[in-house]
Every structure is written in structure tokens, then in C-alpha cells.
């Protein structure tokens, strides 16, 4: 189904032809009236997701990269640009056809080669990152709770369930159910509670911004901080690898977008809203977080750059609780965007007659809590190593996605076909079975963004794996295709002859 350049409208016959194939709501392109999200929604969704305690951690390493803190400022803002791209381009199949990212995928990779891509995206990654960052949060949240009840880390009398205290499991029971309950509402109820959320965390950030300037004595000892020298690494260079690490953040919700922007009111309205939010977002946040670091390293003379400990030093306790509340409910936002919603929907399409959006949060919730994520940081090499890759496999996916839907099918997805009814054979079908040359793109894509694990000479490669795999794929895979499209047209301009 061509759309002339305009975003797809379904009917209500052709929604109840792909039901009948056997496809859930929730695998089903949105209709007009389940459109509800409007540019405001998209601006607050990300401005609000920037600001967790993950993305402060981050800015802290690119400090040590040996850039100026301006330098730092710049090179985020830089990546606000790349990363708005990225997801408002990778977006628009979403929005101009309703479709959520299994479909989306399946689009590219064919009805059974998106399964691979899809499990490691949406079942693997996320179920992983859910767990890991409701472990993290749960840190926190014992803080402020031993904060406000100081005999509560003597619960338990140093006893340890699962390899976890007891307060430790009781904070992480709590915040993992908040998270699960934002789940269920999913992107409804995830819409109201970032339009909340957002004005607060901004009021709060420009007041500890304020407080750090203030704490530092002013702008100048803050600007003239430095933590390292860059040594032999070109500026530059490392203004790529900051792009690439900003990047490889949002590789999966980039990748993924499409369960988001099937809910736009229109393709312009998710552009508008993602570009805006993700920018003056990363603005924002690049200033601020800079200054609230630096401010406070400065003002305790420490070099800390986990925020909640930082915060933590603040002498006034109601402060104390309710900025670590703050980053708490922002590691929420980013839990739900980025990691639950995607799962279920992953298991739905995986399994559509049995999985609802519903119960793929629950299955993936009781996965998430079952694999004990505090084990797995406790040993933070071996997490790296799986996440490191786990990124560079998204970049070459994203590049695929990206190279297929532009350049091969110049954005023309044919909706009939892409929900086939799998019982029928059909070997005309273009998104039926495995598109090989897409699966071979993104190994290839994989093999040289990684080539620097294997040999030392191409480690540069590695240290920008997001970039280089995203790169590398759309370009192997836009050849491939171009050249099978000329060799098929010669094809049948010599039988015609």
C-alpha cells in the first residue's frame, strides 16, 4: 500500500482482515482515533528521559576523555542533533503507517529473519536493561529510605536472600512493582506521567545548577576545571567517540521507536516532537550537568560523578529526598521507554495469538526479577563485554532498517502483504521468510564495528562501534540491493528481448 507521500489512514475492513489472519491489537497498525500523540507528548517523553542517573554517570567519563568542560557541552549537544535524526527518521515508518517496530522489522528483515534482531532487542536487551536499571534505582531508593527509617538497613541482620540483603531485596520488590504498574498502563498512562514529571525535574535541575555556580563561586572555576589530558588521542576523535557513546544510549530506543511513533497524530508532529525534545533537552542537560558535576566536585573537593552520592552530601534532608526521588522517577520514564514496553510487544508479536501487550509486561517482569540482576553487577567486566556488543549489533541494525525503508523502498511499505496470514505459502510475498542480504549486512556491519577486539591495529574502529556498524551496514546493504535490482532489471530486459 503506497501512500503518496502521506501518512496511512486504516480502515476498519482492512484491521478486521488482519485479525482475522491472527494478529492482536497490538501488532495491528494504529487506526486514526488511537492516535492520540501529539508533538507536546514527544517533547516531554524525551526531555524528560535525559535526565536519569545513568546519563549523569556518563557525562562524568566524558570529563575524564580530557576535553574542556565547554568542549563536553558542545559534543553533547552535537549528539542531541545525531540522536534526533536518527530517531525521527527511523520513526516515520511507525508513524506513516501505524506499525509497531515488530512489524517494522519484519518489513526489513522478512517474517522470520526479524525474529533474531527482535528477540536480542526486545526480549534480551530489555529484559536485561529492566532488571540492571531497577537494580540501580533500588540503590537509591534504599538510600532514602534509611534516610527516613535509619534502622531499616539492619533488617535482616546482615542475612541474604538470593545473594541480596533484606533491605536490599525489599527496596528492589518496591521499585521494581512501580515499574511494572507503568508498564501495564503503557503508553497512555506512560504520557501523563512524564507531562507531570517533566516541569518538576527542570524546576529541580535549574535549581541545583543554581545551587553548584553558587557552590563553586561562580561559572569561571567550573569553565576552567580539567581532569585529564587527552595525550595522544586527536580532540576530534574524541568528540566522535562521545557522539558514538550518546548514540549507542539511544541504540535501542532508536532502534525500536517505531512502538512510539505508531501512536503520532502524524509524521510531522512525532518530527517536530522528538527533534525539539531530544535537542533542547540535551541543551539543557548539557549545561546543567556539567555544572551540577563540576560545581559539586569543586564544592566538596571530591571527584564523585554518581549524582545520588553527591546529593547525598546536601546537609538539608527533605532536599536530599526529594531530588533522589526525582532521579528515581526519571529512571522510570526511562525503564518504561526504553525497556518494558518494547519487550512486550516483542513477545507479543513472537507469540500473537497467546501474548498480549499486557502479559508480555508480566512475563518479562517476572524474567527480569527471576535472572537476579544484582548478581550480574557483580561482576561489572562481564557486563560491559555483553552490552559493548550487545550496542554494536544494534548500530548495523539500525543502519539496515534505515537503508531498506529510505533507499530501497523509498518508504513504501505495503501493509496487506506485511500482515500475511503465515498459514498460506506465499512465495511472492516480499516480506515473506528471511531476507538474507539484510542479515548479512548486519553481520557484516557487526564483524567490522568489533574487528578492533580481534586485532589491536582496528581497536579505533571498536571505540566507535555504534557509528562504525551503523555506517557500515547501511552502506553494504544499500549496494547489495541496488546492484540485485539492476542485475534483476537486466534480467528482464533480456528476456524481453
Known sequence: ??????????????????????????????????????SINYFTLWMGSVHNIPNYAAVGGFLFLGLSPVNVMIALVISALLVSLFMASNGEAGSRYGIPFAMHLR????NLGAKAPGIIRGVIVAIAWFGLQNYTGSLALTIIISKVWPGFLSLGGGATILGISVPG????????????AIGLGGGGILNKFTGILSP???IVIFGMTAWAIWAAGGLAPIFAYS??????????????????????????????????????????????????GLIVGYMIFAFCSVVILLGSSIAFNVQEWDITKL???WDSLPAVIFATLLFLFTTISTNATGNIIPAAYQLSALFPKRVTYKKGVIIASIVSFAIMPWN????????????????????????????????????????NALYMDVSRKDSTNPYAGIRWEAIFATLAGLVISYAGKIIPALKSLTDISWIVGFASALIIYTIIMKVAARRAGQSRFSETR
Not at 531485596?169 to 511494572?180: A, C, D, G, K, Q
Not at 586527536?234 to 532502534?255: E, H, K, Q, R, T
Open 1 to 38: 500500500m503506497g501512500t503518496d507521500g502521506k501518512d496511512c489512514r486504516i480502515s476498519e475492513e482492512e484491521l478486521a482482515r488482519y485479525r482475522d489472519r491472527g494478529y492482536n491489537d497490538d501488532l495491528l497498525p494504529k487506526s486514526a482515533e488511537k492516535r492520540n500523540m501529539s
Open 107 to 110: 518489513s526489513t528483515y522478512g
Open 200 to 202: 518538576v525535574i527542570y
Open 311 to 313: 546529593i547525598n552530601r
Open 227 to 276: 581532569q585529564g589530558e587527552a595525550g595522544s588521542v586527536n580532540p576530534a576523535f574524541i568528540y566522535l567517540m562521545i557522539f558514538s557513546s550518546v548514540l549507542a544510549v539511544w541504540a535501542a530506543p532508536g532502534a525500536s521507536v517505531s512502538d512510539f511513533t505508531q501512536n503520532a497524530e502524524s509524521t510531522r508532529s512525532q518530527q517536530i516532537g522528538q527533534s525539539a
Open 376 to 415: 550480574l553487577m557483580a561482576n561489572s567486566a562481564s557486563i560491559y563485554e555483553f552490552l559493548n556488543f550487545v550496542g554494536a549489533f544494534l548500530g548495523p541494525v539500525a543502519g539496515v532498517m534505515i537503508a531498506h525503508y529510505y533507499f530501497v523502498t523509498r518508504r513504501t511499505i505495503d501493509l
Open 169 to 180: 531485596l525489599i527496596s528492589f520488590t518496591i521499585f521494581w512493582l512501580l515499574n511494572v
